[in-house]
């Protein structure tokens, strides 16, 4: 970012903060109050009172199933609830704690990975037991889970916060990839994925995507030098299960776009967006605003396509593309059927990037814990299990209706964790979840779009500003609030 | 004013709807007309009142379906206002019922992967208990005294 960029930027800021009777200072005194109160976890003055509260005497053992930011973050803030905590938390992965929304922005080379990596063991409250093992075997009925290595684990309350699977195993062509954490040693899916495939869902994966986008735009660079008019492709995918981040696989696309234009290479390359959905983003507000940025961008989409083979060889992507047709007259419904087709689409790549499928861990699917579907069946408000009453879930394996992002954890483990301590202080579960998920969407370097929404499909924004508008100022808060906020606000201090 | 109804009959054993083909026609009174006025846009809030009230299901006793106590039926059509996709829904029918019943069961999942196979599958989960507070039975009004008093 030069700094005839960041002028470009203050300049268009300063217009539409004009246009609402705002001036830069005003604004960012305000966004600045709010980011404050962000940190501090949209405290209101009623939240902030209960913050007050004394810790109560409820007893009990509480178990947590994995130690990621959910997990993590839950344990930190029993503690604060809890007089004398009796907290176990089972987690295998020395990594387990990464920042993960900060890989859109190692894949895009803004951040080194060494930023994002955090140490299980560094999170553990003091109060708090870590079993270094993981939990395989689950029996709700008689309240103890059993490890890898033989532990048997008795409690009174169980938190799930296993996160999720990527599964690259579901795609033909790269199936030895295998299922895999974002966290931990992914060397067997980097090795697979090969030179010119790449995701930034795991860690590793992140720089990995880096080394491949640089070396790819390279080669668009020397055919811009050459003053070739032929392009090479990049593809990038979003699959047709629920992901982490859903706005992640176009944050990437936009960072990588924003890097062929830094390197002058942007017209040598076709930018292609397949997305197994109908839409730009499930809120109509920001799907328009992300169709705008799109087609002022140039870029390429194609909807309801499904990623279901790599031919790496060939280096050709097939998709499952599905569509509709009129079907006969309904005299009932007065209306016509719809009829569903589908056949099978090959477009060829230069650079890939996978959104993988993702799905709730076999050992939380196979068990009574997991819904038929794997995700762990929980009342949406309260995040307490729907059979097993001294069950709670939170985060990605939660089956909660939309937003599995680290937004909506910051929201649910305080929701989470006054309800625990109140059914074990005999008491009526006090707290709601309401759906609330951010999205700060990157659309370029220096650019951001803040998705706030929650279950009532509209957008909520947190401040009186259009949120449909990508900001600098939200491009500040990704880059330098929200990990600050996660790492302290949550893991060290529970309150955020 | 005048109200147009078209009902469906519930069967119970065979947990099934059918279409009652008669097309009824009800008087409504001045002050139950300005209710009717205010709610003939609000979708379930006008089938909630037609369903709890008096006059109305005095109506259906009386000259709809005289002498059929204990019959089920539920309200398909009120006037321009459709309820059949409560009764009739099926995966192939067109989007706006989708929408609809996404946002009545808030199944609001990141809708970038949904299709329309995922949410038929919801919504037809969600739609036997949402039926069933939209049936309405003929009681004899003696019988339920009765019940309450005892």
Redesign the interface.
């Known amino acids: 970012m030069d700094n005839e960029y960041i002028k470009k930027m203050l300049s268009e800021m300063d217009k539409d903060l004009a246009s609402k009777g705002l001036s830069r200072r005003d604004a960012m005194k305000l966004a600045g109050l709010s980011s404050a109160s962000f940190l501090m976890g949209g405290a209101s003055s009623a939240e902030a009172a209960e913050e007050e509260i004394a810790k109560t005497d409820a007893k009990g053992r509480i178990l947590i199933i994995g130690g990621g930011l959910a997990g993590m973050s839950t344990a930190r803030r029993l503690t604060t609830k809890l007089s004398n905590p009796d907290i176990t938390i089972i987690e295998p992965n020395e990594y387990s704690s990464n920042y993960q929304p900060g890989q859109t922005l190692v894949g895009g080379g803004i951040w080194d990975v060494d930023e994002v990596i955090f140490k299980r063991d560094d999170y553990v409250p003091d109060s708090v037991k870590l079993i270094k093992e993981k939990a395989i075997a689950f029996t709700p009925q008689e309240n103890f889970v059993v490890t890898d290595k033989g532990t048997k684990v008795e409690y009174d309350y169980m938190v799930v916060a296993t996160g999720l699977h990527l599964d690259f195993e579901r795609l033909k062509g790269i199936t030895a990839a295998g299922r895999c954490y974002t966290a931990g040693d992914n060397s067997t899916l980097l090795k697979v994925l090969g030179d010119d495939v790449c995701s930034i869902w795991t860690t590793e994966g992140s720089a990995r995507t880096w080394e491949i986008m640089q070396a790819k735009i390279a080669e668009a660079k020397k055919l811009a030098d050459a003053g070739s008019k032929k392009k090479l492709r990049f593809i990038f995918t979003h699959p047709n299960t629920p992901i982490k981040c859903g706005g992640a696989p176009k944050k990437i696309m936009n960072l990588a776009n924003a890097r062929l234009k830094e390197a002058g290479a942007r017209d040598n390359v076709e930018m292609l967006f397949c997305t197994n959905g109908g839409a730009m983003f499930g809120i109509p507000e920001y799907h328009d605003a992300v169709l705008g940025q799109f087609k002022r961008e140039g870029f390429k989409w194609k909807y309801r396509h499904n990623l279901l083979e790599v031919h790496k060889d060939r280096k050709v992507a097939v998709f499952d593309s599905k569509w509709q047709e009129k079907g006969p007259w309904d005299p009932i419904m007065h209306e016509y059927e719809v009829i569903p087709k589908h056949e099978k689409v090959e477009i060829a790549y230069d650079f890939l990037h996978i959104a993988p499928p993702q799905m709730a861990p076999r050992e939380i699917r196979e068990s009574n814990v997991g819904s038929p579907a794997g995700w762990v069946p929980v009342n949406k408000h309260t995040l307490q299990h729907f059979q097993y009453k001294n069950i709670y879930s939170v985060g990605d394996v939660a089956q909660v209706p939309m937003g599995k992002t680290g937004g909506s954890v910051r929201k649910q483990y305080k929701v989470l964790v006054d309800n625990l301590v109140a059914q074990m202080a005999g008491k009526k579960l006090p707290k709601k979840y309401t759906g609330y998920t951010v999205c700060p969407l990157v659309t370029d370097i220096g650019r951001v779009m803040l998705a706030e929404f929650n279950w009532t499909v509209k957008p909520a924004p947190s401040f009186p500003l259009d949120p449909t508008v990508e900001r600098w100022m939200w491009w500040l808060m990704k880059v330098h609030l929200l990990l600050p906020m996660t790492q302290i606000g949550m893991l060290k201090t529970g309150r955020a | 004013m005048q109200v147009k109804f078209q009902l469906v009959t519930y069967d119970e054993e065979l947990d099934k709807f059918d279409?009652d083909e008669s097309v009824y026609h009800l008087e409504l009174d001045d002050e139950q007309s300005k209710t009717y006025e205010l709610l003939k846009d609000g979708d379930l809030h006008l089938y909630n009142w037609f369903q709890e009230s008096d006059f109305f299901l005095n109506w259906i006793k009386e000259e709809v379906y005289p002498d059929s106590i204990g019959k089920k039926f539920a309200i398909c059509d009120i006037d321009d206002v459709?309820f059949?996709?409560f009764y009739?829904f099926?995966v192939?029918?067109?989007?706006v019922h989708y929408e609809y019943f996404k946002?009545l069961f808030?199944?609001?999942?990141?809708?970038?992967?949904?299709?329309?196979?995922d949410f038929g599958k919801n919504i037809l989960e969600y739609l036997p208990a949402k039926r069933q507070e939209l049936v309405m039975e003929l009681q004899d009004e003696a019988e339920v005294e009765d019940e309450t008093e005892a």
């Open positions: 279409l459709s059949r996709r009739f099926k192939t029918s067109g989007d946002k808030g199944l609001i999942e990141e809708s970038e992967w949904q299709d329309r196979e």
